[in-house]
């Protein structure tokens, strides 16, 4: 069913569900949602599966025609969302009607916005995702970015449940930057205890070179352990034999940039990774806007998972509203 038509396609729009599993050895990034917190929040405040595909915008949200009613939720940056030039509330059910406009403009906080109708979005299936991953044209509408007068179809209507308002603080927990936390390694032994220590104390800065690929952090480069070089690891301090990239891995390139890996990083690398960022903070992460300043936290894997459960517990209460 034919639900929108794009007025105005803002910064970067695209359709993203959770991703895609099992094609890192096709060389297939995961994808998905950057904040896959928020677009699991906006989908359950419709009454939609996880699965359901939203739309997400980055940065400079777009503005749509709508061609039919339906029921939609926004989560994430907060990009002014209006209806008809009204400010609407985010993390709310919100019902639309023919023929009036929904926009969105310059995140005021946050990075990415999602927005979600009951149903979900419909896109191209490309291995199980409709997620759009532009650098492979899969996915999505066409496998790109949406432009004017790109037109969207909503899927079944799905529930229209009459609870769909989130908590105020479930709302505006993903860009909430306090700290982003992480687990040591896999490569820690290329860092020294001192290096651990600036890393964690010193602040970074996302840069403006940043993106779904990666974020690219300014700040202090940690300091190195020599480690003895081969044929196989090449001569830089980081090099590494490559191996598998993993969704908020902390590499540092060429021994002089911190790098953090997002949802469309490729599949393998070959520079030595310090941490990797945990799961819940993940959506934090990229959350952030360039300029912006936080500081890493490292925990043990215990308490990494013990946040994550915590986290899954959160995500699980959704569906009860």
């Known amino acids: 069913m034919e639900l929108l038509r794009v007025l105005k396609p803002g910064l970067s729009t695209t359709i993203q569900d959770p991703g895609r599993r099992g094609c890192l050895e096709l060389g297939i990034p995961t994808g998905g949602a ?15 599966e996880p699965t359901a595909a939203t739309l997400e915008m980055m940065l400079l949200g777009a503005s749509f025609a709508m061609l039919r009613e339906a029921r939609i939720a926004v989560a994430g940056a907060d990009m002014l969302f209006q209806v008809n030039g009204e400010e609407a509330a985010m993390g709310r059910a919100v019902d639309v009607h023919e023929g009036e406009v929904i926009s969105f403009g310059k995140a005021r906080a946050g990075c990415f916005g999602y927005l979600a109708v009951a149903g979900g979005f419909d896109g191209t299936i490309a291995i199980g995702s409709r997620s759009t991953y532009v650098p492979g044209r899969l996915g999505g509408h066409f496998g790109r ?3 004017k007068g790109d037109i969207l179809s909503q ?7 009459d609870a ?15 700290a982003i936390r992480f687990v040591r390694g896999p490569q820690a032994e290329y860092f020294s205890e001192a290096g651990y220590s600036s890393f964690t104390t010193e602040p970074y800065a996302v840069s403006t070179r940043s993106n779904r690929m990666a974020y690219r952090l300014e700040g202090p480069i940690p ?4 480690i003895p070089r081969t044929s196989d690891t090449g001569s830089g301090p980081t090099d590494i034999i490559e191996d598998g990239n993993v969704v908020g891995a902390i590499q540092l390139a060429g021994g002089t940039e911190p790098i953090c890996m997002g949802r469309d990083c490729p599949s393998t690398g070959a520079y030595a990774k310090i941490g990797c960022v945990i799961t ?18 490292e925990v043990s894997v215990a308490e990494a998972f013990e946040i994550s459960r915590e986290m899954s517990a959160v995500i699980q209460g959704f569906s009860m509203w």
């Open 34 to 48: 950057a904040d896959a917190y928020s677009h699991l929040l906006a989908n359950a405040v419709v009454g939609n």
């Open 145 to 147: 970015a949406l432009k």
């Open 155 to 161: 899927l079944e209507e799905g529930r229209r449940a």
């Open 164 to 178: 769909g308002e989130a908590p105020r603080d479930l709302v505006a927990w993903p860009w909430q930057h306090d």
């Open 223 to 226: 300091e190195l352990v020599p």
């Open 280 to 297: 819940p903070d993940v959506s934090r992460m990229f959350q952030m806007q360039p300029g912006d300043t936080f500081r890493f936290q």
